[in-house]
């Protein structure tokens, strides 16, 4: 489903990403892992057209993305959630998710009511204004908003961040649902733990490439390539 070949991304003349490779079967969760500043977030953005490569190609569905903008992306069928998850502050739940679908207009079967069966919580809060919800509701609402975007793939920069244990396995469980909804998901996480119980195959990512590759399981059980690549 996404193919990426030697990107390379650069903020000014700061190369970040050194010709990075990966790729993401339709239905796999994939996990993209790495330190604080490895370049998870930058190549996020660059399938995302929102730091455009300076090299390098990306491909969607057998089609090239590369460099295209953001909104083209998404209406194509990516989802995307930042790690600051922006959310619209001064709208409530219910219109932040009616906003996506209106923007977006891609046909599909999620609905606002198929995003509150997902994530119960927000049915509760959802005349409740973004600015108003806890951060792990805030991501919650973020996720769905996507959702209703009705991607093919959806990709979540640094989920579990600052989230407790009891969030956390409410998103492991939300995740492995979209999933079985038909979703592909590209995750960038540092918790490696959570990627485990998330993902299928992951790929460490240090100083802008791609050191290694395998499934999450090969890679729990490899300690000194966690200690060399992971470990703070």
Known sequence: MLEVRDLRAAYGQSLVLHGLSLDVAAGEI?????????G????????????PPRAGRVRFAGRDITGRPPWEIARLGIGYVPDDRR??????????????RRVTRRPGRWTADRVYGLFPALRELRRRRGAGLSGGEQKMLAI?????????????????????????RALLEAIHQIRAEGVTLLVADQN??????????????????????ATLEELWRDEALLRKYLAV
């Open 30 to 38: 994939v996990c993209l892992l790495g330190r604080n500043g490895a």
């Open 40 to 51: 998870k977030t930058t190549t996020l953005r660059a399938i995302m057209g929102l730091t």
């Open 87 to 100: 959310i619209f502050p001064d709208l409530t739940v219910e219109e932040n998710l009616e906003i996506a």
């Open 144 to 168: 769905g908003r996507a959702l209703m975007g009705n991607p093919a793939l959806l990709i979540l920069d640094e989920p579990s961040e600052g989230l407790s244990p009891l969030m956390v």
């Open 192 to 213: 490696l733990k959570f990627a485990r119980r998330a993902a299928d195959r992951g790929y460490i990512i240090e100083k802008g490439a791609i050191r290694h590759a």
